[in-house]
């Protein structure tokens, strides 16, 4: 049974950092694409980054958050930098089954996801 578990969430001040992590069972993600979503409070769920062959971020978090994966451990993560309060969100963990060699932005392609996580970040 696959599983995806996010952890790192929390309250951060406008100007920190968080670093999410993904951890997946039930499986190995090494050879699929995984993705990053966030949905806020009366909004679409949105993707964030994604991480295929190589990694690619939104271009409203380009530069502030990184992507990255440690297949040895079947995890998948994302440093948040420069938080804003308008990344306030709770943030989903996606595998995407297919092959693809970038990863899809958008969530109709990502099969499996985690729980979320909650992160706030107060002005």
């Known amino acids: 049974q696959v599983q995806l578990v996010e952890s790192g969430g929390g309250l951060v001040q406008a100007g920190g950092s968080l670093r999410l992590s993904c951890a997946a069972s039930?499986?190995?993600?090494?050879?699929?694409?995984m993705g990053w979503f966030r949905q806020a409070p009366g909004k679409e769920r949105e993707f964030v980054a994604g991480?295929?062959?190589?990694?690619y971020e939104t271009d409203s978090v380009k530069g502030r958050f990184t992507i990255s994966r440690d297949n040895a451990k079947n995890t998948v993560y994302l440093q948040m930098n420069s938080l804003k309060p308008e990344d306030t969100a709770v943030y989903y963990c996606?595998?995407?089954?297919?092959?693809?060699?970038?990863?899809?932005?958008?969530?109709?392609?990502?099969?499996?996801w985690g729980q979320g996580t909650q992160v706030t970040v107060s002005s």
């Open positions: 991480i295929a062959f190589s990694p």
């Open positions: 996606a595998a995407d089954l297919s092959r693809r060699l970038f990863p899809s932005t958008s969530k109709r392609d990502y099969s499996y």
């Open positions: 039930g499986g190995s993600f090494s050879n699929y694409p």
